[in-house]
């Protein structure tokens, strides 16, 4: 590959000895801005993280995912930290401060090209740092950077600028061989992190044209082999095709046409623009109409089509001008164009096309400032102190609004609450904040916003299940039973829901009716484990210990960290009436085993490891075992616990083992 160029960088040791201190104030900058990001929690999507901790190590299930690189990230989290959210939200600020800082680079080695006749050379350094110390505060990256999950986003946007910085490098370095290695590296681990690197190598030939050769024959006789490296990189687009059609994004829906998704990006950009220079409202899940009618479309299509004629006839007679536009608009495409996708906005997608809107407002500021400075006969170290406070102060107003805006990742109560202050009439965002605060412990405020989501959408039979369940929790099982025959209803497919109407019905003591919707959840996926724990409870409750056994049994095997079926089937093997089911020595095994995966916190759990050890004839290793389960227990709240665990006692002071009453 040949690497030879027409253009050189002249005052590149001038401007050299700025770098170090203009990069130590971004990272400074960055470390401020983000310092209470550490506070955060999963929020969201990041359940995404929490339900594939198992496939986090070894990350060999990982290998073939889509998303390969990202999920590495997150295994390398995972073995330092477990699920500690600090690690990753660390991991997230590393990444968008390198991103900076390679921005950074990019930004400074551009200006100081000989195409631009010297007129940036004192100034490169500084302005590259403004836009980029503007950029890594910026509130509108948060969602990128403080939303854990979205690290797909801020690790795509940094092996994004890698490459182009590499071939940048390459285009002016004696190594150029190395440089264009690296650029084709960052682009192949770039596409393994979300599909929008697919615009990468179009970038990277649109700067080579602008900035470097004069004509596109020349780029690919000198570069052509580079660049074919750059589009093999698309073939490792390919796994995301079988994903993104399984989740219903990035292909057509169908209520929603491609027609319909592109006269909604209008607007969407246009709220994207007007984040950048007023970043208020913003939001983590917005609630987006489509835009169908001509009255919603035709006022943000003119905009948004003018600013397109603006940049393609910027790239004509202007091209530097041209390319920061460009850059916004074909980062933005696989988004923000006829591609549908299952929400229209999200803001971590401006991510990268932010850095262009900074930087057409820094650098168009400079020229403006130096002309009307020029008349006005100000001296250039006046200027400069001017600039630079200009740029301080829009830092330090950035910097407050992205530590207020981090503070709504402290928890999902909080999040959802703000997503609920700008859509209270939204379905989604009364569903989640009230699972979030039922998660919380929240219980009666919980039930009335899902109540106000069953308002706003009846046949919602997630709402249905989740009321039931906290109504059955306050010991409401006529409303429950009410609750879950609407959601299977509205979804008879529901397991879950069957389960908890069993739940109910065996509190009410309908005992065929509870064991009927038992067996209909099983019918329906027959290794559903709380299922078949439940019917071994019922089975047992009614006598049919063989069949408890057996279904306990089937429990454990569809997941052996059961802790709650490891318990019952314990306390079966202690404390069953008929003779020929007990096993002291199996049944202090299994639950000494649920014991451990509670952290000995489950005074439940304690107190059948008592019977357990009554059983096998240790009354006073059984007696001290239940009285460490009177102590987790307040008698005001579970006066009926505390009464039973004393019977316990009872019995094991006269060297007696529990036994429970039969039923049948």
Request: aromatic share 10%.
């Amino acid at each position: 590959m040949q690497t030879d160029t027409i253009q050189t960088i002249p005052a590149e040791s001038a401007a050299g000895a700025r770098v170090l201190p203009i990069a130590c104030a971004i990272v400074a900058a960055g470390l401020i801005a983000y310092f209470n990001s550490f506070f955060g929690q999963f929020v969201y999507d990041d359940a995404y993280i929490v339900s594939n901790a198992e496939r986090l190590w070894p990350p060999t299930q990982m290998w073939s995912d889509a998303s390969a690189v990202l999920w590495a990230t997150f295994s390398v989290n995972y073995v330092l930290g477990g699920l500690n959210p600090v690690g990753y939200h660390a991991v997230n600020l590393a990444i968008h401060i390198a991103a900076s800082l390679v921005l950074f680079g990019v930004l400074r080695r551009t200006l100081l090209l000989g195409r631009f006749g010297g007129r940036f050379d004192r100034s490169a350094a500084i302005l590259a740092g403004s836009i980029s110390l503007l950029w890594v505060v910026h509130p509108l990256n948060t969602q990128a950077v403080t939303y854990v999950i979205q690290r797909r986003e801020s690790l795509m946007g940094l092996m994004y600028l890698l490459t182009l910085y590499a071939a940048v490098r390459a285009f002016h370095s004696r190594g150029a061989r190395a440089w264009l290695v690296v650029s084709i590296a960052a682009c192949c681990l770039g596409m393994r992190c979300k599909p929008v690197m697919v615009t990468a190598p179009v970038m990277v030939l649109l700067y080579d044209r602008v900035f470097i050769e004069r004509s596109l024959g020349s780029l690919i006789r000198k570069r052509g082999l580079f660049y074919g490296a750059l589009a093999l990189s698309w073939l490792l687009l390919w796994p995301n095709a079988p994903r993104l059609a399984a989740s219903g994004s990035g292909v057509q829906q169908a209520s929603v046409t491609m027609w319909d998704y592109a006269m909604t990006q209008f607007g969407v950009i246009l709220r994207y623009l007007s984040l950048t220079f007023w970043p208020a409202g913003q939001c983590l899940e917005y609630h987006w109409p489509l835009a169908r009618s001509a009255s919603q479309i035709a006022g943000p299509a003119i905009a948004v089509c003018m600013l397109v004629g603006l940049t393609i006839w910027a790239l004509v007679r202007r091209p530097a001008w041209g390319y920061l536009g460009a850059w916004f608009f074909v980062i933005l495409a696989p988004t923000s164009s006829f591609i549908v996708i299952a929400f229209p906005i999200f803001e971590h997608r401006m991510y990268l096309s932010l850095a262009a809107v900074v930087a057409v407002v820094v650098i168009g500021g400079f020229l403006l400032g130096s002309k009307l400075c020029d008349r006005m006969s100000i001296s250039p170290a006046r200027r400069g102190a001017a600039g630079l406070a200009i740029v301080v102060v829009l830092a330090a107003a950035l910097t407050a609004a992205t530590i207020n805006r981090n503070t709504r990742y402290y928890s999902p109560v909080w999040m959802w609450a703000d997503v609920l202050d700008s859509y209270p009439n939204s379905v989604r965002a009364n569903y989640n904040y009230a699972a979030s605060l039922a998660d919380a412990g929240y219980v009666d405020q919980a039930a009335g916003h899902y109540r106000r989501a069953i308002e706003l959408s009846p046949g919602l039979a997630k709402a249905h299940n989740n009321l039931g369940f906290l109504l059955a929790g306050k010991g409401r099982h006529s409303q429950a039973i009410e609750h879950y025959n609407k959601a299977i209803e509205s979804d008879p497919e529901m397991v879950a829901a069957h389960h908890n109407l069993g739940l109910a019905f065996a509190a009410e003591n309908l005992l065929e009716k509870a064991e009927a919707s038992y067996r209909r959840a099983l019918s329906i996926r027959s290794d559903y484990p709380q299922a078949r724990n439940s019917l071994g409870a019922l089975l047992y409750r009614r006598g049919r210990y063989a069949q408890a056994v057996a279904e306990y049994r089937l429990a454990l095997k569809a997941d052996p960290q059961f802790a709650e079926a490891m318990s019952n089937l314990a306390r079966l093997l202690s404390a069953c009436p008929d003779d020929k089911f007990r096993n002291g020595r199996k049944a202090m095994e299994l639950a000494g085993q649920a014991c451990r995966l509670t952290d000995y916190r489950s005074p439940e759990f304690l107190a059948v490891l008592s019977a357990a050890q009554a059983e096998d004839g240790r009354y006073d290793a059984a007696i001290r075992t239940a009285r460490a389960a009177l102590r987790l227990i307040d008698p005001g709240i579970r006066r009926q616990t505390a009464l039973q665990i004393e019977r316990f006692i009872s019995q094991y002071r006269k060297s007696r083992p529990w036994r429970d009453d039969s039923v049948d």
